[in-house]
């Protein structure tokens, strides 16, 4: 029979990796959720789905880079967060960004004259604000699985 603490210890191990693959889980479902295209509303004549990633080109969808607690980003692509997440442990940071210039435009939206001096009424998409406030949703659902 396994002394106390080596019950602990067995125990314990057992719990990090039950975490760490919970944390990654979630991580991914997040960012699938985040990265879910659907149509420019040039091609849908106005309307679109808050929550995903408008595509008339795929500029911004693989304009995603990974980084893990502020080192050399992952190249950019739309699954690039798959290898970085498989890599995280417990108590890692992780960042995700979407690199083109007029990201931040399309996730929050925009009103006023641009630099050019052209007009826009922009409704932001919320794309990654949406993932990530489904986390704690995601989190309780998958910690039942595993």
Known sequence: MLSLQAQINKFAEGTEK??????????????DMAQEPQPSV??????????KVPLLSEDLW???????????????????YLWRISRMKIGDTITFEWTVPYARRIEFGFAGQDVLGRFYNVKGRLFATTAYHAVPGIFARLSKEV
Do not use: D, Q
């Open 18 to 31: 039950r975490l760490t693959k919970l944390m990654r889980r979630t991580l991914t479902e997040m960012m």
């Open 42 to 51: 040039i091609l849908t004549g106005g309307t679109f789905e808050v929550g």
């Open 62 to 80: 693989s304009s995603l880079v990974t980084t893990i607690n502020g080192a050399v980003p992952s190249k950019p692509g739309v699954k690039s």
